[in-house]
């Protein structure tokens, strides 16, 4: 059932691979804030996949968010989206990205509920 108060918790390890240097955000050996964003969205969509009627998915719409503190490369990462707003279609999270016990980045993401069907006959 889909309801305020979701939550999951995703982690990865930093790489070279996902360092501004590499993806080219930045030219500094550091978490990127591309990879910070994807790893957020991607514990808001793991949040309420379960909740989700069959066929279903959710898609990102709009993230806003503050990348406060650099990691580097050898830290773990984790990303906790909570499910804080419910409008029909329209789901509202609250994103944290931490490293260890600090807080590296915050902030809201909206994603939409689609049939996966359905959007991808759209494109």
């Given at each position: 059932m889909l309801k305020e108060g979701l939550s999951h918790t995703v982690e990865r390890s930093?790489?070279?691979e996902n360092c501004a240097l590499s993806?080219?955000?930045g030219d500094l050996p550091v978490f990127a804030t591309p990879a910070m964003v994807a790893l957020m969205e991607n514990a808001a969509m793991l949040a309420v996949a379960q909740a989700l009627p069959d066929g279903a998915t959710t898609v990102g719409g709009?993230?806003?968010v503050q990348h406060l503190k650099p990691s580097v490369p050898g830290a773990v990462v984790s990303a906790t989206a909570t499910l804080v707003g419910v409008d029909g279609r329209k789901l509202?999270?609250?994103?944290?990205?931490?490293?260890?016990e600090v807080l590296i980045g915050r902030g809201?993401?909206?994603r939409f509920?689609?049939?996966?069907?359905?959007f991808m006959e759209k494109l």
């Open positions: 930093v790489t070279i993806l080219g955000s709009e993230i806003n509202t999270f609250e994103v944290t990205a931490s490293d260890g809201n993401h909206l509920i689609v049939d996966k069907q359905r």
